[in-house]
């Protein structure tokens, strides 16, 4: 499974960035995704994860209410809306996929990677 994510840039602190990540598989729903951040000099954390059929998600106590992860199925995509962005959430930020979302939630292994997108906030 390749994973590539797409829609970082610069936004002011309070604006808001969507990413994407499209998943080149014919299996995509049998994946549970995620995405994970990692900010200069600091450790790789998670983020969010979204079950193999979008009823379940999950979110670091960090982003909880300000951002919003989807999936598309369809379009074999997930989404992460990312609003009132502060300077804290500057980072590489990681798609990932793994066959069970509990593992997403709690380790940093899932099954594949995809390559960063950077996003930086400015103050």
């Known amino acids: 499974v390749q994973l590539q994510a797409s829609g970082g840039g610069l936004v002011q602190a309070g604006g808001s960035l969507r990413l994407s990540c499209a998943a080149s598989?014919?299996?995509?729903?049998?994946?549970?995704m995620g995405w994970f951040r990692q900010a200069p000099g600091k450790k790789r954390e998670f983020v969010t994860a979204?079950?193999?059929?979008?009823?379940?998600?999950y979110y670091a106590n960090s982003v909880k209410g300000r951002f919003t992860i989807s999936r598309d199925n369809l379009k074999n995509t997930v989404y992460l809306q990312m609003d009132s962005l502060n300077p804290e959430d500057t980072a590489v930020y990681y798609c990932a996929a793994g066959l069970d979302v509990i593992v997403l939630v709690t380790t940093d292994v899932p099954d594949y990677w995809g390559q960063g997108t950077l996003v930086t906030v400015s103050s």
């Open positions: 598989t014919r299996t995509f729903s049998n994946y549970a």
């Open positions: 979204i079950s193999r059929n979008g009823k379940s998600t």
